[in-house]
């Protein structure tokens, strides 16, 4: 029984290794890159309710207008409310620990809101993947088409600054370690096998983020998150 589980696990770290060594070839086209980086963010995106985000935005509006009493009475329900969630978290990590992800998925596959991800994202596959065939990119002059190199973004603090480059959305932050630690980031293990500690941040409204180098510099010179820091393009 125990192998029917772990089994999967060590698989899909292996497939990710693989993606992850993939992505970054030459020999894949772009619109193969991006098709593969839409069902990713299908199911990896951070997300959090509707009800959430609602409240939130209810609880920014009514410190706007000074209304204290309706902020903290918002406050309370939006407390009660990730409480529940935690809750909810910690009940479906025990229910992870009991059946395999394979028998979970199935028993979800009749459920409207399931049947409406996978088919929505089956969709855009489909048209994503018709688009790359009847539109290829290159030709003839492929060849001659010079290679896009990512944008390189220089953030400062207190007199000290580090360069970090855009790479693609799914390289390691560990390519960028230095740049990482400076923006207060932890890792994991050590050389090429070091992991980012948390692969999101919080934003001055309390909402996690991922950890993308893009939303990162996006952040900062919005100045939503990593207050003191600056970012400029080299």
């Known amino acids: 029984m125990s192998d029917s589980h772990t089994d999967p696990?060590?698989?899909?770290?292996?497939?990710?290794?693989?993606?992850?060594?993939?992505?970054?070839?030459?020999?894949?086209?772009?619109?193969?890159?991006?098709?593969?980086?839409?069902?990713?963010?299908?199911?990896?995106?951070?997300?959090?309710?509707?009800?959430?985000?609602?409240?939130r935005l209810?609880?920014?509006?009514?410190?706007?207008?000074?209304?204290d009493d309706q902020a903290y009475e918002l406050m309370g329900q939006l407390k009660q409310l990730k409480d529940a969630e935690?809750?909810?978290?910690a009940a479906l990590e025990d229910l992870s620990a009991k059946f395999p992800i394979s028998r979970i998925l199935s028993s979800y596959k009749d459920d409207p809101s399931f049947q409406e991800l996978v088919y929505s994202l089956a969709l855009k596959v489909l048209n994503?993947?018709?688009?790359?065939v009847s539109n290829p990119s290159g030709g003839k002059s492929k060849a001659a088409r010079p290679k896009k190199e990512a944008e390189v973004f220089v953030i400062s603090k207190?007199?000290?600054?580090?360069?970090?480059?855009?790479?693609t959305?799914?390289?390691?932050?560990?390519?960028?370690?230095?740049?990482?630690e400076f923006l207060g980031f932890s890792f994991i293990g050590e050389g090429d096998e070091a992991e980012l500690q948390s692969e999101?941040?919080?934003?001055?409204?309390g909402?996690?983020?991922?950890?993308?180098?893009?939303?990162?510099?996006?952040?900062?010179?919005?100045?939503?998150?990593?207050e003191g820091f600056s970012a400029a393009q080299q």
């Open 86 to 89: 935690a809750a909810d978290m």
């Open 9 to 55: 696990v060590a698989n899909a770290v292996s497939s990710k290794q693989a993606y992850e060594e993939a992505i970054n070839l030459s020999q894949h086209v772009p619109q193969a890159k991006s098709i593969s980086e839409m069902v990713l963010d299908a199911f990896q995106s951070a997300k959090e309710s509707d009800q959430i985000r609602d409240l």
């Open 58 to 67: 209810a609880i920014r509006a009514a410190h706007d207008r000074f209304d």
């Open 128 to 132: 994503q993947t018709h688009q790359a």
């Open 207 to 226: 909402n996690q983020q991922p950890a993308t180098r893009k939303n990162i510099v996006s952040a900062i010179q919005q100045q939503t998150a990593f």
């Open 169 to 180: 959305p799914r390289s390691k932050a560990n390519a960028d370690r230095e740049a990482f």
């Open 158 to 167: 207190d007199g000290a600054s580090v360069t970090l480059p855009l790479r």
């Open 200 to 205: 999101v941040f919080v934003d001055k409204d």
